[in-house]
């Protein structure tokens, strides 16, 4: 994973990569780029080049979120976190979706747990499953998958592409979900919570538009995995 860390302060530059080099979930998979200035930055940069870029937002020249204006109109995709001392800047990232606001001094644990979100979140949007139905295969990126569901003796995906058909079982696609942000909705659906637009009693909206219904065995459960879920984007 290539990482992308920009702040004029050397210190920062060398503690966020050693902070990140330390989670010990990853395999030290990580390779950093570092620069001084936004301007220097942008000089690098081309699109899918960096999983993620985190930006100081208090910058000589082209502060950080005036930087990340300029990665958006090359990249949409990358994870872009600011770096700040201050709380102010918070509400000014929405418009280039920062996926975090790091505050410098706040609590220790609460900053890795941060950047560990953070490389959770590319791994979860660079995983994928195959759908296969006889001759052909399909490989579907995990975050573009809406539900699945059990339908004739087989598992119809659907996603923002399109649905698909595939062999094999609901607890066994479970399984292999199981780290991702899945959750059943009922004995013959299982629903992605990172593509919930919101719930109301015992429906559950799709960011697609699509309603569904989670069963009373179930409610509780897909409740509090949206909650946690919308929790850790804006924590």
């Known amino acids: 994973m290539k990482i992308a860390i920009c702040d004029d302060e050397e210190r920062f530059l060398t503690k966020i990569k050693e902070d990140i080099s330390s989670l010990q979930s990853y395999d030290n998979e990580f390779s950093f780029d570092e620069f001084r200035t936004g301007r220097e930055l942008l000089a690098e940069f081309t699109r899918e080049k960096y999983a993620i870029i985190i930006l100081d937002i208090e910058m000589p020249g082209?502060?950080?979120l005036e930087t990340a204006e300029f990665i958006r109109k090359i990249d949409e995709n990358v994870i872009i976190i600011f770096l700040t001392g201050y709380e102010k800047f918070a509400c000014q990232g929405y418009a280039v979706r920062a996926f975090r606001y790091i505050l410098k001094n706040q609590p220790h644990s609460?900053?890795?747990?941060?950047?560990?979100?953070?490389?959770?979140?590319y791994?979860?949007?660079?995983?994928?499953?195959?759908?296969s139905d006889g001759d052909k295969a399909e490989k579907i990126p995990t975050e573009d998958i809406y539900y699945i569901e059990v339908f004739s003796h087989k598992l119809l995906i659907h996603t923002k592409n399109g649905d698909y058909f595939t062999k094999g079982t609901l607890s066994e696609?479970?399984?292999?979900?199981s780290d991702l942000l899945f959750a059943r909705l009922d004995k013959s659906t299982l629903a992605n919570i990172a593509n919930i637009?919101?719930?109301?009693?015992?429906?559950v909206i799709l960011t697609s538009g699509d309603t569904l219904f989670a069963s009373r065995n179930h409610i509780k459960n897909i409740k509090q995995c949206f909650m946690d879920y919308?929790?850790?984007?804006w924590s």
């Open 230 to 233: 919308s929790r850790s984007r």
């Open 123 to 131: 791994y979860r949007n660079t995983r994928y499953i195959i759908a």
């Open 62 to 64: 082209l502060n950080g």
């Open 197 to 203: 637009d919101y719930i109301r009693k015992n429906q």
């Open 110 to 121: 609460i900053y890795m747990k941060q950047l560990d979100d953070a490389v959770r979140e």
């Open 173 to 177: 696609l479970e399984a292999q979900l």
